[in-house]
Every structure is written in structure tokens, then in C-alpha cells.
């Protein structure tokens, strides 16, 4: 690791990238914007949660609050203000055992392909998902920083490959990590991506390739 790197590391863990008070950060951003209704949704969603409902409270504020300060720096600064709420909820509800990783991965799918309505997608024997890719198919990760054992690495998340070869279905590692049983099993693919793709200031020949292997519920087509 190169000294600055390591000045890097310390400096972050000594001062939580959120923690700017008193550093030179700019001009504050003064205009007024109506919210829009998502915003509002979540907004309601943190005040039901953290809220004693049949003297249960399923979240509180700290715990949103350490999980959007336990946010990527990279994350963090890309995000919104909401969408750091929104996050930290998901990440403080799958802590407390409320939901599922997967779980809270398949809805997402179904509110990006298929309507409230809309039947699930098509199951293999035991609930098992289809392989939904093939070879050369072109793919984008998603971009999510789920706590726990993730075996997707952070520096391909939203990046864009290809398809190299479908390895087979397996217990979904997230949730073996935890004691669960790994159910439904998901299609592992190894995927190709350029490495200059993935690291902007590679140097390398422009034909160098990096292969990882990927699960399902972490492709998206590109």
C-alpha cells in the first residue's frame, strides 16, 4: 500500500467521511425545491418505523443515522439526502431480521420489470430463478451496499461486462453467511470486464480483461 493510501486509511478512520464540520466544504446550496413523492414516502416510512407500534419500535433514529454514516464515501457523496434514508432503512431492517436480503432484492426486481400486479417471474422446481443470462450477453452490476458477507467486490458494482459462461446455480452466500439455508439458489456467471473499464487510470494493453464471478441478483442487462 502506498503512503498516501495509508494516510487515507487513517484519516478516514479516525474522522467518518460524513463528519465535515469545520472542514472547508464550499458554498451551502440555498434554493428551495419541492419534494418529490417518493421523498415524502420515505419521510412517512422513517416516522412509522421508529415509531411504538403494539409497544414494538422496529427501527430508531441512531440506527439510520450509524447506517448512512456507514456508507461507502463514494456512496455517500453520490447520494441524496433520501436516498441515503432510504438505504440506511433497508440496511437497519435487514439487520434487525425484519427482511431479507433477497427478499428485499426480488420486490426491487419486480418493481423494475414486472407491475405490483404482475405474476412472478418463472420459477424453476423449488422456487429456484431461471438463468436469465447467456453467454456474450452484456450485463451492468448493481450498485447496492448490502452489510454482511457480499461476494460481489466493491469495485465492479455498476460497472458493465459480459457474460462469460453460466457456472451453475448455488445457495445464495448472503444469506448462508447468516445460518440460513441459502434459498432460492441463484445462477453464478462469471463475467468479463475491460480493466480499463474498471480502473480509470489503467495502463495496461486496451484487450486486457478482468473475469469475476458474479451472482444473478446482482446482474441487471446493460
Request: hydrophobic share 35%.
Amino acid at each position: 500500500m502506498r503512503d498516501e493510501d495509508r494516510q487515507a486509511v487513517a484519516a478516514l478512520l479516525r474522522r467518518g467521511h460524513h463528519d465535515i464540520g469545520g472542514l472547508a466544504a464550499g458554498p451551502v446550496e440555498k434554493s428551495e425545491h419541492d419534494y418529490a413523492e417518493w421523498e415524502r414516502r420515505v419521510d412517512a416510512l422513517m416516522v412509522l418505523l421508529s415509531g411504538v407500534r403494539g409497544g414494538r419500535r422496529l427501527m430508531t433514529v441512531d440506527e439510520l443515522r450509524r447506517n448512512i454514516e456507514a456508507l461507502p464515501p463514494e456512496a455517500y457523496d453520490r447520494m441524496g439526502y433520501y436516498e441515503r434514508w432510504v438505504t440506511a432503512i433497508a440496511q437497519t431492517l435487514i439487520q434487525r431480521g425484519v427482511i431479507r436480503a433477497d427478499e428485499l432484492a426480488r420486490r426491487m426486481a419486480e418493481k423494475e420489470g414486472w407491475t405490483r400486479d404482475a405474476r412472478d417471474p418463472p420459477q424453476l422446481a423449488g422456487g429456484e430463478p431461471p438463468p436469465q443470462f447467456s453467454p456474450g450477453d452484456r450485463v451492468r452490476v448493481r450498485v447496492a451496499f448490502p452489510l454482511g458477507h457480499v461476494r460481489t467486490p466493491y469495485y465492479v458494482r455498476g460497472a458493465t461486462g459480459v457474460i462469460e459462461r453460466c457456472c451453475g446455480s448455488f445457495g445464495n452466500p448472503e444469506e448462508l453467511a447468516h445460518g440460513r439455508p441459502g434459498e432460492p439458489r441463484q445462477p453464478l456467471y462469471r463475467v468479463r470486464f475491460r480493466q480499463k473499464d474498471l480502473w480509470p487510470d489503467y495502463r495496461g494493453a486496451g484487450d486486457d480483461t478482468l473475469e469475476v464471478e458474479i451472482y444473478q441478483h446482482w446482474l441487471e442487462p446493460a
